[in-house]
């Protein structure tokens, strides 16, 4: 029997590091699409800014063509105005460079409202741009580091799992079992010391009578409490194992 409980201690040490690596290999992909989202809010935002810059830079030539059609009209007229041969023909032009030279004033000033918002935009499209640069290039690199951990720890797993299960075919069938069963039943733990009478995974006290038998090592007990196999914390066979 103490043979087999030193296996099932070593077991356990085992079982506890693959429950460790585990863990640590699957919360990289979480961390992966962390990254991934993070880069693509960041996109989506640049896309949009990209967007209304282009629309305001649009809106500027439009301006622009605007304002040289108004600057010809009012070439036209002021050639007009040059060349009238009567009252009327002169008042018309006149009035029409009036006019002209109202919807220039017009123009220029929505002009320099949209070159303002192109200067703001590019300066915002400049800054997210070099953001998203500098984001791209700290993702790729902890992409690579994530990736390389998932695939050594990944490894590692699949190298322990092959040892455990050479140490398991080792351990007798039923006690295997038991093993197993409370494994899965009680958060991957199967096996406690008890250290000082105490069950060092419960915290439960076991009862001086049982702690003495306990203390025999010559079969292999459960904790009254949390129902695990227990094992004597401070028996000097065991230290080589521990
Ligand atoms: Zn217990």
Partial sequence: MFDQLRLLVRLQAMDKTLFDLGQERDVIPGRLADLTQAEQALHSKLEAQQL??????????????????VRARLRRAE????????????????????????????????????????EALEKKVGELTARHDELVAASKEERAQLEERYHNTDSE??????????????????????????????????????SEGTCTVCHMTIPPQQFNELQRMDKIMSCPSCRRLIYWAEAEQLKEVL
Avoid: C, H, P, W
Wanted: no cysteine; net charge negative; charged share 35%.
């Fill in 52 to 69: 209304q810059l282009d629309q305001v830079q649009k809106r500027r030539a439009d301006l622009e063509e605007i304002a040289d059609n």
């Fill in 157 to 194: 797993i699949s190298r322990m799992i092959g040892n455990r299960e050479e140490l398991a075919g080792q351990v007798d069938k039923d006690l295997m079992k038991e093993y197993d069963f409370i494994r899965q039943a009680r958060d991957g733990v199967a096996l406690a010391a008890v």
């Fill in 79 to 118: 050639n007009r105005l040059m060349g009238s041969k009567s009252t009327k023909e002169y008042q018309a032009a006149n009035a029409e460079i009036d006019d002209g030279k109202d919807s220039l004033k017009d123009t220029d000033n929505q002009l320099l409202e949209v070159m303002e918002q192109v």
